[in-house]
C-alpha cells in the first residue's frame, strides 16, 4: 500500500517540483502538462515526466517500488484548484512490451526482436482504437483470399483436367500468387528478415523461407523453365507451387488475426476495474451551495454529498448520515455495510438508499480501487510468459534446414555431374517445402483449439493457450469464500425460541418488522414467512437503528431485532439462548435476537449456504494432490467455521485484496504451482497474480477477465475436470509435436537426396509438398482425437 506523508508541502520543497517541468500520468503517458495535478482518465497523480522516463530507462517498471512510486501523497497536489485538462494526444513516453519476452521494451510500437511478436501497450486506455495490426491484417487476408482460392484451385484442377496449354497455366498462377506474397505476405519476409539480421531464428524464419523458396522456385520455373531437366516436365511445363505459397501465406494471416483479437483482450480487466470509478462527484462548498464535478477536480479535504443509488466517488469519512453501502465490488462482503459518522468510506462502492456527507481523504492513486488497479497490471506484466515447446527448439531447427539446404545445393552442384547445380537447386527447394512449418506451427493451435472446444461443452473457459498449458502443473489452490465456496446469498436457517413462544409466533413477528428494511438479511427472513404461508402484519413506529437492528410495533407489541448490543441497549436478558447463539455464530451463521415488549422471544439465524457440489470438489482436488487454503473478506470466526465443515486446514480471514495478493506471492516464492478461484472484484490482483486465475461464472467481469479459467457454472468440480484436459492435452501437443520433428527428421534428408546413390530416388517438390499437407493432416487428425476421449 501507499504510504500517507505529512499534508502540507510549500511549492519549491514539494519533491519533483520544478518550474518548466512537464507532468504526465504513469498510467496513461499521453496525459502532459505543465502542473500537477490528476489524470483525467485513472484519477492517478501526474509526476514529472523526466522522473518516470528516467525510471522506465533504469528497467524499474514491474517492481514494488514502482508501485510506491505511483502512489504519492495527495500533499504534493491536493491543494491547485486548478482543473486538470488533457494535452493533445501523443505517444511520447508511452511505453510497449512484448507479451511473451517482457524483458523487450521501448517507446513506439515495433516487433519482439526475439519472437517476432508485435508489441503492446503496457498500460491500456480507456478509449483505445483497434489494433491497427489486426485492422492490415483482416484487410491483406480478406483482398487475397479469393486470389489463393483461384490459384489453388487451378493446381487441383490440373491434376484432373488440362485447361491450358503449355506454360500459360503457370503464368496465370504467377500473375495470381504475386500479389499474395508480395504484398499480403510482406509483413511475414520483413520480420523473417528481423529474425537473421538479430540471430534470433523463430518461426517467421520458418514461414519466409518456406513460401520465399516455393514462389522464387515457381517464379524460375515459369520466367526460364528451360534451365529444368526434362523429367521434371509435366504436361509441358515444370512443375510450380505457387497454390504452396499463396495458402501458406493467407492461412497465416488468419491465425494471426485469431491470436491478435485474443491478445486484445487481456487489458480487459484493467479496463473494467477503471470503468468502476464515477465520472463526477457532488461537492458541498464553504457557502453551502452544492454543485456537480469532475472526479479530476476532486481535491483532499473536499466535503461531498453521496446520494441514493450514486456510487462513492473517493476514499473517504462518514461526516453526517447513515446508509447500507455494498462494498462487495471491492471487499468481497457479501452483505451491505451499514455507514454512519466516522466509518470509512471506500471509492466506487455503491450507495443504496439512504444519504450520506462525507470528507475526501484520499484521491488518485491513493485510493483502494488506483491500487487494485496497479496491482493487476504488475501481476499481468510479471507472470512468466508462456514458452511453446515448438518456440523452444524452433532457432536451432531453422538453422539445421537452413543448413541442410545448403549443404544439399552444394553437394549435388559439387558430385552431381553436368547436371548437378539443376538438381541441387531441385532439391534444396524441396528440403526448405518438406520443412515447412505447416505442422510445426499446426501442432499446437489445433490441440489448443480443439482443447478449448471440448472444455466450453463443459463450462470451462481457458483464456489462452498457457492457461491449458500451465493447468496441469498448479499443486496449491487458494479460494475465496463467498461465491466460490458458499453461494454468495443469504439464505434463513433456523429459529431457536424462548419459553412462551412458538416458532412461528418468532418467525411471523420478525417478519412482519422486517418488511419494511432493505437489508439482505431481513430479506432472507420475509422470504421464509412468505414460503412458510405466513401472513404479514402491518408494522408501526418502525424504525432502523445504525449497527444494531430495528425496532417497531405489530400487533400493538413493541418489537425489538438485532444484536446483542441493541438486546443489551434495551435491558433485555438473553442469557437462556446466548450459548446457542454463539455456537450458531461458531458455524458461520449471522444471529439475531427478538425481543416481545422487551422480553426475549427467541433467536433466528441466517446462513450463507456451503455449494452442494463443494465437499465432492474439495475431495478430487486432495486426490489430485492440491492444496487448498481459504482466503476470505469474511471474519475469521467465520471462516474457520466454514473450513472446519469443509476440511480445509489453513485458513486465512479478513484478508484484503493486497492480503490476497501478498499470499499468492507468498506460496509462489516457496516454489509452488499456484492457482487462485474467486468470483469478486476484490479477486482481482490475486487472480491475475497466481500462475492461474480460476473465476466463477456467476461472479463479476473483472474477476472473469483477470482469470485464465472461467467456470461458467461456479462449480469448483470443474477444476478437476479442467486438470484432466490439461494433462489430455499436454500430451496430445507432445505427440504432435514429436511427430513434426520425426517427420522432418526423415523428411529432409530423403529430400536431399540421400537415397539416391543407393536407389536412385530423388524427392520431387511436388511430392515434398504433398508429404507436408499429409504432415499436416496427421497432426490436425490426432488433435480431433481430444473430442472423444474420456
Not at 502512489?71 to 485538462?85: I, K, M, T
Not at 531464428?201 to 522464387?216: C, D, R
Not at 541442410?404 to 547436371?419: D, E, M, S
Not at 467456470?711 to 494433462?727: E, M
Request: hydrophobic share 45%.
Amino acid at each position: 500500500m501507499a504510504h500517507t506523508h505529512p499534508t502540507s508541502h510549500a511549492e519549491g520543497s514539494r519533491p519533483g517540483s520544478d518550474k518548466g517541468s512537464i507532468y504526465t500520468c504513469p498510467m496513461h503517458p499521453e496525459i502532459e502538462q505543465s502542473s500537477p495535478g490528476n489524470c483525467p482518465i485513472c484519477h492517478m497523480f501526474l509526476v514529472p515526466k523526466a522522473d518516470l522516463a528516467k525510471e522506465s530507462a533504469q528497467g524499474k517498471h514491474g517492481e514494488h517500488h514502482h508501485h510506491d512510486r505511483v502512489g504519492h501523497s495527495p500533499s504534493e497536489h491536493h491543494h491547485h484548484d486548478q482543473a486538470v485538462e488533457p494535452s493533445t494526444q501523443s505517444t511520447t513516453g508511452a511505453m510497449y512490451i512484448c507479451p511473451m519476452h517482457p524483458q523487450i521494451r521501448q517507446d513506439h510500437p515495433g516487433h519482439c526482436p526475439i519472437c517476432g511478436m508485435s508489441l503492446e501497450a503496457e498500460i491500456p486506455t480507456l478509449d483505445e482504437d483497434e489494433n491497427p495490426e489486426l485492422k492490415d491484417f483482416r484487410q491483406r487476408f480478406w483482398w487475397s483470399l479469393p486470389l489463393t482460392i483461384i490459384v489453388v484451385g487451378l493446381a487441383m484442377s490440373m491434376h484432373f483436367v488440362h485447361w491450358f496449354a503449355g506454360g500459360i497455366q503457370s503464368w496465370i498462377e504467377l500473375i495470381l500468387t504475386t500479389p499474395v506474397v508480395l504484398w499480403a505476405g510482406w509483413p511475414f519476409f520483413v520480420r523473417g528478415v528481423q529474425s537473421v539480421r538479430n540471430m534470433s531464428p523463430n518461426m517467421w524464419t520458418l514461414i519466409s523461407l518456406g513460401t520465399g523458396a516455393a514462389y522464387l522456385y515457381s517464379v524460375v520455373a515459369t520466367v526460364t523453365p528451360h534451365v529444368f531437366p526434362p523429367a521434371f516436365f509435366d504436361m509441358g511445363r515444370v512443375s510450380v507451387y505457387f497454390e504452396a505459397a499463396a495458402a501458406i501465406i493467407s492461412l497465416t494471416l488468419f491465425g494471426q488475426m485469431l491470436e491478435l483479437k485474443a491478445r486484445s483482450q487481456t487489458s480487459q480487466a484493467i479496463k473494467s476495474l477503471m470503468g468502476l470509478a464515477p465520472k463526477t462527484a457532488r461537492r458541498i462548498n464553504s457557502d453551502g451551495s452544492e454543485e456537480d464535478i469532475p472526479l479530476a477536480h476532486v481535491h483532499v479535504g473536499d466535503k461531498l454529498r453521496v446520494r441514493p443509488g450514486e456510487k462513492v466517488p473517493v476514499d473517504g469519512l462518514v461526516l453526517d448520515g447513515s446508509s447500507a453501502v455494498d462494498e462487495s465490488m471491492l471487499t468481497g462482503e457479501p452483505l451491505p455495510v451499514t455507514k454512519h459518522a466516522q466509518d470509512k468510506l471506500i471509492g466506487a462502492t455503491q450507495n443504496t438508499t439512504g444519504a450520506l456527507v462525507m470528507r475526501a481523504d484520499k484521491i488518485g492513486a491513493e485510493t483502494v480501487l488506483s491500487q487494485i488497479v496497479t496491482m493487476v497490471a504488475q501481476a499481468q506484466r510479471s507472470r512468466a510468459p508462456m514458452q511453446r515447446m515448438a518456440d523452444s527448439i524452433a532457432g536451432y531447427f531453422v538453422m539445421a534446414v537452413v543448413a541442410a539446404a545448403i549443404l544439399t545445393f552444394f553437394a549435388w552442384g559439387f558430385l552431381g555431374g553436368t547436371q548437378g547445380w539443376v538438381y541441387g537447386l531441385i532439391n534444396a527447394v524441396a528440403v526448405l517445402i518438406i520443412a515447412c512449418p505447416c505442422a510445426l506451427g499446426l501442432a499446437t493451435p489445433m490441440t489448443i483449439m480443439v482443447a478449448t472446444g471440448r472444455a466450453a461443452t463443459q463450462g470451462i473457459l481457458f483464456k489462452d493457450a498457457a492457461a491449458i498449458e500451465n493447468f496441469h502443473k498448479i499443486n496449491t489452490l487458494i479460494v475465496d469464500k463467498t461465491g466460490t465456496l458458499t453461494e454468495g446469498r443469504p439464505r434463513f436457517d433456523q429459529v431457536i425460541v424462548a419459553p412462551g413462544f412458538t416458532e412461528q409466533d418468532v418467525l411471523l413477528f420478525a417478519a412482519s418488522l422486517d418488511q419494511g428494511s432493505e437489508h439482505p438479511l431481513a430479506q432472507a427472513i420475509v422470504q421464509k414467512a412468505k414460503d412458510d404461508g405466513l401472513t404479514l402484519q402491518p408494522v408501526e413506529h418502525f424504525d432502523s437503528i445504525t449497527g444494531m437492528g430495528v425496532q417497531g410495533h405489530v400487533t400493538g407489541k413493541q418489537l425489538f431485532l438485532g444484536n446483542t448490543l441493541l438486546m443489551s441497549r434495551e435491558k433485555v436478558d438473553i442469557v437462556t439462548l446466548k450459548s446457542q447463539a454463539e455456537s450458531l455464530r461458531a458455524e458461520g451463521a449471522s444471529v439475531m435476537y427478538l425481543a416481545v415488549d422487551n422480553n426475549l422471544a427467541g433467536i433466528l439465524s441466517v446462513t450463507d449456504p456451503v455449494k452442494g457440489s463443494t465437499a465432492q470438489a474439495l475431495d478430487t482436488l486432495r486426490q489430485l494432490g492440491i492444496q487448498t487454503i481459504m482466503a476470505t473478506g469474511d471474519a475469521t470466526t467465520t471462516a474457520r467455521a466454514v473450513g472446519k465443515k469443509l476440511g480445509i486446514d489453513t485458513v486465512h480471514g479478513e484478508v484484503t485484496p493486497a492480503d490476497k495478493y501478498d499470499l499468492v506471492e507468498k506460496y509462489q516464492n516457496e516454489g509452488k504451482i499456484v492457482a487462485m478461484a474467486g468470483d469478486g472484484i476484490n479477486d482481482a490482483p490475486a487472480l491475475a497474480k497466481a500462475d492461474i486465475g480460476v473465476a466463477m461464472g456467476t461472479g463479476t467481469d473483472v474477476a472473469m477477465n483477470s482469470a485464465s479459467v472461467t467456470l461458467v457454472k461456479g462449480d469448483l468440480r470443474s477444476i478437476g475436470q479442467a486438470r484432466h484436459l490439461s494433462d489430455l492435452t499436454i500430451k496430445n501437443m507432445k505427440q504432435n509435436l514429436g511427430f513434426a520433428f520425426i517427420y522432418n527428421a526423415l523428411g529432409v534428408p530423403i529430400a536431399a537426396g540421400i537415397l539416391y546413390p543407393w536407389t536412385g530416388w530423388l524427392l520431387s517438390p511436388l511430392i515434398a509438398a504433398l508429404a507436408m499437407s499429409l504432415s499436416s493432416v496427421s497432426v490436425i487428425s490426432n488433435a480431433l482425437r481430444l473430442r472423444t476421449m474420456k
